[in-house]
């Protein structure tokens, strides 16, 4: 049992550039959340998803694009790189809304040169 | 809208105790959140309040208080290890999406 992994752990992009997140959970959790963090900002929600075939914009959407075609699965896709999106990412998922735990992966450290 | 406050900085010291803080505005929620974050970790689980009053769980207690809009985390017997981030965190409201809304996070040090 992983919990929730996320690739890649770093990455370091030019201006202009697109890649995609990968989030993965093995906890069969309907939620999963993209949240970025940034210094004295805290952690802030960029997309979320209530359950597979679905997704919704958070906080920060911007930029950002997602998708969740498998239920264990949730990605988060930069199609046009800006140096405002360097950052940490993480991503977390939870069983239930509102009452149950948000259990986070191991965060993705991005530059954007 | 969410509104939430923390104090950005604490120190303490090995084997005292310590209260962090977090008071909040808000239309609506369902629960408080507290999550640790050591440098370069990710968040991890501390506790969750709903209803009013004091939740202990070893060495951690968190506290919430509906009407006066404040929370708090308390840290006994303090440890080197302690030292990290602690984040507050709001749950629900209208929709019941699970979307949390975090504050910036205090960074507690703990010297020797």
């Known amino acids: 049992n992983a919990g929730v992994t996320q690739t890649p752990k770093f990455r370091v992009l030019k201006t202009g550039q697109s890649m995609t997140l990968l989030c993965a959970q093995d906890m069969n959790h309907e939620y999963m959340y993209w949240y970025r963090q940034d210094p004295g900002m805290g952690l802030r929600l960029i997309h979320y998803s209530v359950g597979e075939g679905t997704t919704a914009k958070g906080e920060v959407p911007d930029g950002y694009n997602v998708s969740r075609l498998k239920k264990q699965n949730f990605l988060l896709g930069l199609e046009s790189a800006a140096p405002s999106q360097t950052s940490v990412y993480f991503c977390?998922?939870?069983?239930?809304?509102?009452?149950?735990?948000?259990?986070f992966g191991p965060g993705t450290r991005l530059t954007v040169l | 809208g969410q509104n939430i406050d923390q104090p950005t900085e604490m120190t303490a010291t090995e084997g005292a105790i310590v209260q962090i803080n977090c008071t909040y505005q808000?239309?609506?929620?369902?629960?408080l959140f507290w999550y640790q974050q050591h440098a370069g970790e990710a968040p991890t689980f501390l506790s969750y309040n709903v209803l009013d009053g004091l939740e202990e769980k070893g060495r951690f207690s968190s506290f919430l208080s509906r009407s006066k809009g404040y929370s708090y985390l308390l840290l006994k017997e303090l440890q080197m290890k302690d030292s990290a981030s602690y984040l507050c965190a709001l749950t629900g409201g209208s929709s019941n999406t699970g979307k949390l809304i975090f504050g910036q996070g205090t960074t507690l040090q703990v010297k020797p």
């Open positions: 977390a998922s939870s069983d239930q809304a509102g009452t149950d735990t948000q259990y």
């Open positions: 808000t239309s609506g929620f369902n629960g």
